[in-house]
């Protein structure tokens, strides 16, 4: 039996961080996100990636207590995905390489909008990136 609702969109992702100011800084300075909310008491900062949200949370936080530390040679979360537009993978590799981040080469891949060009990266503590046309 299927679910009584209908999938409309992926509404967030959390990430488990144990430097928030240098994940912060990635996120929000390199990739553009925008923090939406931040719950200090908590240890969590939303930022807002289009309709979606990343929620970092640090593990020294209320919320981030109890848990391992992120593994950085085998974390847990594959990659996540920011579609972006416009596409200039030019522009887009010389401002990721201002910040010193390294990118894999260009390729067409297949995501929610179809097949497009991405490329790949891995924030300060590891996690996959895809910057993808949108």
């Given at each position: 039996?299927?679910?009584?609702y209908t999938s ?127």
């Amino acid at each position: 039996m299927p679910p009584p609702y209908t999938s409309i969109s992926l509404d967030h992702v959390v990430i488990r961080v144990e430097d928030m100011e240098r994940m912060l800084g990635f996120y929000r300075d390199v990739l553009g996100c925008e923090v939406a909310h931040r719950q200090d008491a908590l240890g969590l900062v939303h930022l807002r990636a289009g309709a979606a949200l990343i929620d970092l949370v640090w593990i020294g936080g209320r919320l981030g207590r109890g848990g391992a530390a992120p593994d950085h040679e085998r974390p847990n979360l594959d990659h996540l995905c920011i579609a972006v537009s416009p596409w200039d993978e030019a522009a887009l590799r010389a401002h990721l390489a201002a910040h010193g981040v390294e990118v894999e080469p260009a390729a067409t891949r297949y995501g929610a909008g179809g097949q497009a060009l991405s490329v790949y990266l891995r924030d300060p503590e590891g996690n996959g990136v895809e910057i993808r046309a949108a």
